[in-house]
């Protein structure tokens, strides 16, 4: 369920996707949230990362859906959501917050599963709308203050084909993969596809400790996954140790042979860990 026939083409990958996906909009500034569903079952809800879209999770989706209502979201600014009123936290968290409480009702609280800028989002609206909040899974989340990896990302803007393909090529093994043979078309076609929509500047609202300063305040369970080799965010232990400060019980998970964007890299291992966290019972707070 987690790969592709080789040769297929992107944008048809992405289509079917869509076809197959229950699309709903919702409230947010001057137009609406975007979000998505496939599969039945219990909602999780899977959010992406900065300069992204719910296609950071085309590989996982199946998987995930096969027991579970899988819903992922455009996240306010990114993707086909439309900007929050503001470009803050609290202002992102109210229109995600208003979007589930009118869709899911009743199956409120749901357990999330976010990536670096989702991740950060998602803590954010568990630390202001605690009730709508099971659990909460980081994916290689930055905003801990902890030194980053060295990361050299160029524009594409103006290049030509052969040097716009050699540049997303460079920026997806310096941000996001860690195997050179991870890089297919698929992980291509996302990245300049995502990166062309984005309208605000996910960073700002990550980077330095935008996490960190929530996490105090963070009430539901939180457990972590990250990539082995993750390069913006490296060394796992390190980033555990941050978390343990104010969840002491946190779980660390990390998937092997993976970069940043590990839920793509290696997908079955990926969606193996999620299955498993989510398995265990709730621990006491």
Same mark, same amino acid.
């Given at each position: 369920m987690n790969s592709f026939p080789a040769g297929a083409d992107? *944008? *048809?990958i992405v289509a079917g996707f869509e076809r197959r996906a229950r699309r709903f909009e919702t409230p947010c500034g !001057?137009? /609406?949230?975007v979000w998505r569903a496939w599969g039945s079952g219990p909602p999780i809800l899977l959010a992406h990362g900065g300069h992204g879209g719910w296609s950071h999770w085309i590989r996982n989706i199946d998987a995930l859906a096969a027991d579970r209502t899988v819903w992922a979201l455009d996240l306010p600014g990114l993707g086909e959501s439309a900007s929050a009123p503001r470009e803050d936290h609290q202002a992102i968290s109210d229109a995600i917050a208003r979007g589930l409480r009118q869709l899911m009702g009743a199956d409120l609280p749901l357990d999330i599963v976010g990536f670096s800028f989702g991740g950060v989002v998602s803590a954010h609206l568990a630390a202001f709308h605690p009730a709508l909040v099971r659990r909460l899974i980081v994916v290689d989340t930055g905003g801990l203050d902890l030194p980053m990896g060295r990361i050299d990302v160029r524009g594409i803007r103006g290049l030509d084909d052969v040097e716009r393909r050699a540049v997303l090529r460079a920026n997806l #093994? /310096? #941000?996001?993969?860690? !195997?050179? *043979? /991870?890089? !297919?078309?698929l992980a291509l076609y996302l990245q300049e596809t995502n990166v062309g929509r984005a309208r605000i500047k996910a960073e700002t609202l990550v980077l330095p400790d935008r996490l960190l300063n929530i996490l105090p305040r963070v009430p539901v369970q939180l457990d972590a996954i990250w990539g082995e080799f993750d390069g913006p965010h490296p060394d796992p232990a390190a980033q555990a140790g941050v978390f343990r400060r104010f969840h002491p019980d946190l779980e660390m998970r990390v998937i092997p042979g993976a970069g940043h964007w590990a839920m793509y890299e290696n997908p079955d291992a990926f969606d193996r860990t999620v299955r498993e966290l989510l398995a265990q019972p709730l621990r006491q707070r």
């Open positions: 992107p *944008a *048809a !001057d137009g /609406s949230i #093994l /310096s #941000l996001m993969l860690h !195997d050179p *043979a /991870s890089v !297919d078309e």
